[in-house]
């Protein structure tokens, strides 16, 4: 059972993270801030597999110049949609209708639209009437009726920044050896900065805030997996760390880690964030 630590979910209970395999993501960019775009890819992450990345916009249009790069970065689709008459907003058009073709292909058990247009509002009731679960992602000036037409409506302004930190032209951190890396990790210093382990540790922080059950507590395999969706490319030995509960039990002042007995043979491991 998860439980909620930020009044983000303006929407209905949350299905299991295993129920959502195949999660649809469409971004309006008119409607959209940029800096948010990884945060909400993480967050969706945390309830399955986002299978689709689009994003919807006039690419030529001067006020949409900073998205190419991010773009590229997170392996969104970009889809050009010229305005076709000024103050006519083509885009939204664009989207709905792609929307309603991934729809009707059967492939899909969630959509997320990431826009603070309340014009959405009548794709998100036609979304859920067909039986997906629907996110909205906005900020809080989103029309209530949008928010209550989806099933979870998540708030940018919960959200944090993106800092670029997974961009392959930002520094790269200095070459060390594993051992080298490891005793960096036991620090409180977490020397590894924003380009290393720190990343991990705020995607860890997002899963346990999604993940914990009742005693406050995330399985460690959940925490893993939502790792590996959110940044693909995530593997524990770059940190120098063979398993995660290693690189947990690597940082005593961020996690308390714990082991119990699940059934038969199984242990299960569980951390709490401090």
Known sequence: MR???EPQSAGKGIPEMEELKKIVLLIDSDNTQHSKLKPVID??????????????????NPLLKN???????????????FAYVVKKNATDMAMVIDAMDLLHSGMYDSFALVSSDSDFTPLAIRLRE????????G????????????????????????????DDNAPPAPAVSVK?????????????????IETIHELLRIAYEEYQDDNGYANISAAGSYLKRAKPDF???????????????AFPHKYKVIDYKGSGTVKIVAYKCL
Not at 130 to 137: A, L, N, R
Not at 180 to 196: F, H, I, L, P
Not at 235 to 249: F, V
């Open 130 to 137: 067909s039986g997906v679960y629907v996110f909205g992602v």
């Open 3 to 5: 439980k909620k630590t």
């Open 67 to 81: 998205w190419e790069p991010l773009l590229k970065r997170l392996a969104i689709k970009a889809e050009q949609q």
């Open 43 to 60: 967050r969706i992450s945390t309830y399955g597999r986002i299978v689709v990345k689009k994003a919807y916009g006039d690419w030529k």
């Open 139 to 166: 900020e809080q000036k989103t029309a209530q009726s949008f928010r209550n037409a989806c099933d979870n409506f998540i708030f940018l302004e919960y959200l944090p920044e993106d800092d670029g930190s997974d």
């Open 180 to 196: 080298e890396q490891n005793a960096a990790a036991c620090t409180q210093s977490d020397m590894c900065g924003k380009n290393g």
């Open 235 to 249: 593997n524990i030995k770059s940190y120098g760390y063979s398993k995660l509960p290693e690189l947990l039990r």
